[in-house]
Every structure is written in structure tokens, then in C-alpha cells.
């Protein structure tokens, strides 16, 4: 099932459990948590969605900001959304690679800052957080770079 929370497109599989809210690395999307939300349906809800410039969301121009602190802020939106839509759950946030430094830094504002108390937890991913911020200036390439189609699911779980 897929919803659109103001411009991000958000992937949701499953209806039990605790909500585990995903967020990609630098080039990749939603669909690579396509196998994980496989498993975690069947006792979890699991959400995904495309940070800017990423998988079905679309780039507004080729100077978009793809700094931390603008993901940050979008990300900090598309869940408090989600909190609202889903109040029954508690929420485990999962960062991948860039995806990572971004699930910090939003949990971290959303549990410290503004005590949002169901945050349950945080899983980081393969993360090296200065190079995932060193990588963001060459967001728009790559970007580029990304085949527009792939031939199947597993071919595009499968690139990079």
C-alpha cells in the first residue's frame, strides 16, 4: 500500500505491531526495504518512504537542497504524520547507510527535544556518518546515475 504525505511517497506493508519506519541510504529508495517489510509484516508494521530526489519523489529542480538538515526536517515531518495517522503505535526507526545519520538525528530531536515518548527505538545500518554528510554535496549525480527502470524487484534490491 502506498501513501502520499505531502510530496514523499510512503510504503506501508503489514497492520500489527509497532510501526518500523525506514529510511533509505543516499541513491536508493523505499523498495530497499522490500524484503525486510517480507518478514516484518507478518508481526510489524512496516513503513518506508523516499527522501527527496529518491525513487518516486520527484526533484524539484536540479539545485535542490539535499543537506542533512533539510532531510532531517522532512523526514521529522513525513513521521509526525505518521504518528498522527497511526496514534495506537509505537514507532522503531531504521536507518540505512545515510538513511542512518538521518534516523539519529531524528530521533534524537524528536525523543529529546520535542519528548515524543513513542519512539521505542532506533536500528542504524551500516552507517559511517562523515562520509554519508561528504556524500551529500554529489546527491544530484547520484541521483542521475540511477537507472530509471529496472527489469524485476530483485534486480533494483540488488543495485549499488
Given at each position: 500500500?502506498?501513501?502520499l504525505?505531502?510530496?514523499?511517497?510512503?510504503?506501508?506493508?503489514?497492520?500489527?505491531?509497532?510501526?518500523?519506519?525506514?529510511?533509505?541510504?543516499?541513491?536508493?529508495?523505499?523498495?530497499?526495504?522490500?524484503?525486510?517489510?517480507?518478514?516484518?509484516?507478518?508481526?510489524?508494521?512496516?513503513?518506508?518512504?523516499?527522501?527527496?530526489?529518491?525513487?518516486?519523489?520527484?526533484?524539484?529542480?536540479?539545485?535542490?537542497?539535499?543537506?542533512?538538515?533539510?532531510?532531517?526536517?522532512?523526514?521529522?515531518?513525513?513521521?509526525?504524520?505518521l504518528?498522527?495517522?497511526?496514534?495506537?503505535?509505537?514507532?522503531?526507526?531504521?536507518?540505512h547507510?545515510?538513511?542512518?545519520?538521518?534516523?539519529?538525528?531524528v530521533?534524537?530531536?524528536?525523543?529529546?527535544?520535542?519528548?515524543?515518548?513513542?519512539?521505542?527505538?532506533?536500528?542504524?545500518?551500516?552507517?559511517?556518518?562523515?562520509?554519508?554528510?561528504?556524500?551529500?554535496?554529489?546527491?544530484?549525480?547520484?541521483?542521475?546515475?540511477?537507472?530509471?527502470?529496472?527489469?524485476?524487484?530483485?534486480?533494483?534490491?540488488k543495485?549499488?
Open positions: 500500500m502506498s501513501l504525505i505531502k510530496g514523499t511517497s510512503v510504503f506501508k506493508a503489514g497492520t500489527e505491531g509497532a510501526m518500523f519506519f525506514c529510511i533509505h541510504g543516499a541513491g536508493l529508495s523505499a523498495l530497499s526495504f522490500a524484503t525486510l517489510a517480507k518478514e516484518v509484516k507478518h508481526f510489524g508494521t512496516i513503513i518506508a518512504a523516499d527522501l527527496k530526489g529518491h525513487g518516486h519523489s520527484k526533484k524539484e529542480n536540479q539545485n535542490d537542497d539535499f543537506s542533512i538538515e533539510t532531510l532531517c526536517t522532512e523526514t521529522i515531518e513525513t513521521l509526525k504524520e504518528l498522527q495517522r497511526f496514534p495506537e503505535k509505537n514507532v522503531v526507526v531504521v536507518g547507510s545515510m538513511g542512518g545519520s538521518i534516523a539519529a538525528r530521533v534524537d530531536a524528536l525523543t529529546n527535544i520535542e519528548k515524543i515518548e513513542r519512539i521505542v527505538g532506533c536500528i542504524i545500518i551500516d552507517v559511517v556518518e562523515g562520509t554519508a554528510i561528504e556524500a551529500l554535496p554529489f546527491m544530484n549525480q547520484i541521483i542521475s546515475d540511477r537507472p530509471k527502470h529496472f527489469d524485476s524487484l530483485e534486480s533494483a534490491i543495485w549499488r
